[in-house]
């Protein structure tokens, strides 16, 4: 009974073991396989976020002359309010 109890506990173990090894090594390769961005693809990103922020600044400036042009012509009453 005793023999029967440490072969299964040997067994047990050995699977533990062989499921943990599987679970390392497919983990190493799931991580392995997520597609990281390349150094290219940063430069590009930042590039196009500083185009999108000078374009923002460009159109913000125009709203402002705009408002500036509104107000003369409010002020010179040929506008209505």
């Given at each position: ?74 002020q010179k009453g040929s506008v209505p309010p």
């Amino acid at each position: 009974m005793k023999r029967k109890l440490a072969r299964n506990s040997i067994i047990a173990l050995f699977v533990a073991g062989l499921v943990g090894i599987t679970f390392i090594v497919g983990g190493v390769g799931l991580a392995s396989a997520v597609a990281l961005p390349t150094w290219n693809d940063v430069q590009k990103a930042k590039a196009s976020e500083a185009s999108a922020a000078a374009k923002v600044a460009e159109i913000e400036s125009l709203v402002q002359t705009l408002k500036g042009e509104v107000a003369i012509q409010n002020q010179k009453g040929s506008v209505p309010p």
